[in-house]
């Protein structure tokens, strides 16, 4: 990991964020790979864990944001109105001097307020106090915030108002039961009204069929990511694709 790090190895692929009622490229997240020499693929489900437990989560961050700083100043110039989220665990969140070094990036690539977003599981929960500073003053830089995977760890109500959230990822499990009848395809239809009620715009994750599409459209759900659209795919070919797409 120290040497994928060193080496340049890892870098960013891009999911399109589609407007479930246009069907226009609004966005993307921006997710982390890690390519060895010989071409094999690493998954973060593998090394993000390795990272966490070798203490090397702050040298990741930095190595993300280095990336973002690098693809997307020329993404911005063209399309000022899109926008990329980045993933952060909690302790990113909460460290003392992750505002300041985010809001260098948003210097460096010129964002303007919108541009960028930052997803956080629900686990910024358990560090609520030290996590609402920090969030206070990525707002004041224009940095949104989602919270991602929704329904899957710490899920509150007063959580949700008290740190006040953009947006709100529905989880792709949750996601690929709808319409099909099972017993968690109704936590859908649960979440759904929950963020109407406080005013949260929805994304949901991991469509990968029309039905599905139709049935989250249909009930409101504003956006959606997932191999229904687009695959995540290099800075290179999202710029490629977005003047027929955006």
């Given at each position: 990991m120290r040497q994928a790090i060193k080496r340049d190895e890892l870098s960013l692929a891009y999911q399109p964020i589609v407007d479930l009622a246009t069907g226009r490229w609004v966005g993307a997240e921006a997710l982390m790979r890690w390519t060895r020499p010989r071409g094999e693929t690493i998954s973060p489900d593998i090394f993000i864990p390795?990272?966490?437990?070798?203490?090397?989560?702050?040298?990741?961050?930095?190595?993300?944001?280095?990336?973002?700083?690098?693809?997307?100043?020329?993404?911005?110039?063209?399309?000022?109105?899109?926008?990329?989220?980045?993933?952060?665990?909690?302790?990113?969140?909460?460290?003392?001097?992750?505002?300041?070094?985010?809001?260098?990036?948003?210097?460096?690539?010129?964002?303007?307020?919108?541009?960028?977003?930052?997803?956080?599981?629900?686990?910024?929960?358990?560090?609520?106090?030290?996590?609402?500073?920090?969030?206070?003053a990525l707002r004041q830089l224009g940095v949104g915030l989602a919270i991602d995977d929704f329904g899957t760890g710490f899920s509150s109500l007063s959580y949700l108002t008290r740190l006040q959230f953009d947006a709100l990822k529905i989880d792709r499990t949750f996601v690929h039961t709808v319409d099909t009848g099972a017993v968690t395809s109704k936590i859908v239809d649960h979440i759904i009204e929950m963020s109407k009620s406080l005013g949260i715009t929805m994304i949901?994750?991991?469509?990968?069929?029309?039905?599905?599409?139709?049935?989250?459209?249909?009930?409101?759900?504003?956006?959606?990511?997932?191999?229904?659209?687009?695959?995540?795919?290099?800075?290179?070919?999202?710029?490629?694709?977005?003047?027929?797409?955006?």
């Open positions: 390795i990272a966490e437990k070798s203490g090397l989560m702050p040298a990741l961050r930095e190595r993300l944001i280095q990336l973002l700083e690098r693809d997307t100043p020329a993404l911005f110039q063209r399309h000022p109105d899109f926008h990329v989220a980045l993933n952060f665990c909690a302790e990113d969140v909460c460290a003392d001097a992750f505002p300041a070094r985010l809001g260098a990036a948003v210097d460096r690539i010129g964002a303007r307020p919108g541009n960028l977003q930052v997803e956080v599981t629900e686990r910024v929960f358990m560090h609520l106090e030290d996590a609402c500073p920090s969030i206070e949901a994750e991991g469509v990968e069929t029309a039905a599905q599409a139709d049935y989250l459209r249909e009930r409101g759900v504003q956006y959606a990511q997932g191999w229904l659209y687009a695959k995540a795919m290099p800075i290179r070919e999202l710029l490629e694709r977005l003047p027929a797409e955006a």
